[in-house]
């Protein structure tokens, strides 16, 4: 008897060992849920490891206090939480969304950037499961799907919007332009700017570009937009080549003005870089950390004492995007044994006619599944952002 009892436990040993070896990827599930407590599924990919990992840890950092707040108000929607790595790749979000519709999502986060959400956005139109992502801001995320919306600002939203502000707060009359050519976002918001500069009298002296391939060098990029007499420079673009460009036109002794869009956010927090060269830049984001109102300073608050930082718009944007389909799914009477493609219909319907207030803007609404909310122009200061 001894003997079978070893042997059984040493296949129980085996069984862990192999189960432990298997490479499967990055994967943060969370729920504050009871067992017995039934809840609605929601997923979403994002790059939790990585270059961009600054923005998939903060959505999922959002996220999962939004979920933790309203499970804790007890009532009949509850939620559990399921977010993949992407690690900023559209194949692999692809294969995390497999893992998602394994697992049984009801609803979506989609993906936190926009690569990734183009891919997989297809497949929730196909599969009926109602996206709303945080930050996967390309028009190509939304458009042809019915059941995809967008929390966060367009791209072209964003390009038009800091073409106006420039203008009308009189930054710069000479602005040039460096953007990255092989990125969806960052050619988007491009288009768009310089469209809306034409219109309102900015006269871009120079326009450059760069690719993944050439994003470490950008003294060429440079010495052109201050040969050019370039007063502003406006960077549509994510916060690794941004700090890059601050620092080399440090180096020339370059000093112009900054102006960025809400994939800057974040640029405070790199490791390595001379967070003094920041100050002054200027972004239009839809959060303030700063703002004094109860709902902001409860949120940094929480987000400080479980993190250790302060929330960037893409932490606020998930948790807007948890508290949105809080009051949709409550609205539509919706439980959490009803299929994803019951949901879809009863969510499509929802988000295409309600009003939601949030952190990010109120009186959100949406069209054609892109957001209509109003920007906040942001200039850091003292390390921190401040409101213009």
């Known amino acids: 008897m001894k003997k079978l009892f070893s042997m059984l436990m040493a296949g129980a040993m085996m069984v862990g060992l192999l189960a432990g070896c298997g490479n499967t990827p990055a994967t943060s ?8 407590v039934a809840a609605f599924k929601i997923g979403g990919t994002g790059p939790l490891t990585g270059g961009a990992a600054i923005y998939g840890n903060a959505v999922k950092n959002g996220a999962q206090i939004a979920v933790d707040e309203i499970n804790a108000l007890g009532t009949a929607v509850q939620f559990e939480l399921n977010m993949q790595d992407d690690e900023h790749d559209a194949e692999k979000a692809v294969n995390a969304y497999n893992n998602l519709m394994d697992w049984g999502m009801q609803v979506s986060l989609v993906a936190v950037t926009s690569k990734p959400g183009e891919a997989i956005s297809v497949y929730h139109n196909d599969d009926r499961v109602f996206g709303l992502t945080p930050s996967g801001s390309a028009p190509a995320v939304v458009e042809g799907k019915d059941n995809v919306y967008q929390l966060c600002f367009s791209d072209p939203n964003q390009g ?10 009189g930054l710069a009359t000479k602005v040039a332009v460096i953007y990255k050519n092989d990125d969806v976002y960052s050619k988007g918001i491009y288009d768009t700017f310089m469209a809306q500069a034409k219109v309102r009298g900015l006269e871009v002296v120079s326009e450059t570009t760069f690719t993944t391939a050439t994003e470490n060098d950008f003294n060429v990029q440079l010495t052109e937009a201050k040969n050019a007499g370039a007063e502003l420079l406006f960077l549509p673009m994510y916060y690794t080549p941004a700090s890059l460009i601050l620092t080399q036109a440090d180096a020339m002794g370059y000093e112009p003005k900054f102006f960025g869009v809400d994939g800057m956010d974040g640029i405070l927090t ?31 608050a929480k987000y400080q004492a479980q993190f250790g930082e302060i929330p960037n718009q893409f932490a606020a944007d ?25 949901l879809c219909g009863l969510m499509m319907e929802q988000f295409s006619t309600m009003s939601f207030d949030g952190l990010t803007g109120e009186g959100m609404t949406w069209t054609n599944g ?19």
């Not at 807007?320 to 389909?325: E, H, K, M, Q, R």
Request: negative net charge.
């Open 318 to 342: 998930a948790y807007d995007c948890v508290y949105a389909y809080y009051q949709a799914l409550t609205n539509a009477n919706a439980t959490p044994d009803m299929s994803a493609e019951t």
């Open 160 to 169: 038009t919007a800091s073409a106006n502000y420039i203008a009308d707060q």
């Open 270 to 300: 790199i490791e390595n870089f001379n967070t003094e060269l920041a100050e002054g830049v200027m972004l239009l984001t839809p959060f303030n950390a700063d703002a004094t109102d109860e709902k902001t300073a409860s949120f940094v």
């Open 29 to 36: 599930t969370s729920s504050s849920t009871p067992d017995t």
């Open 370 to 388: 892109m957001v209509d909310k109003a920007p906040k122009g942001m200039i850091i200061e003292n390390g921190a952002y401040v409101g213009m």
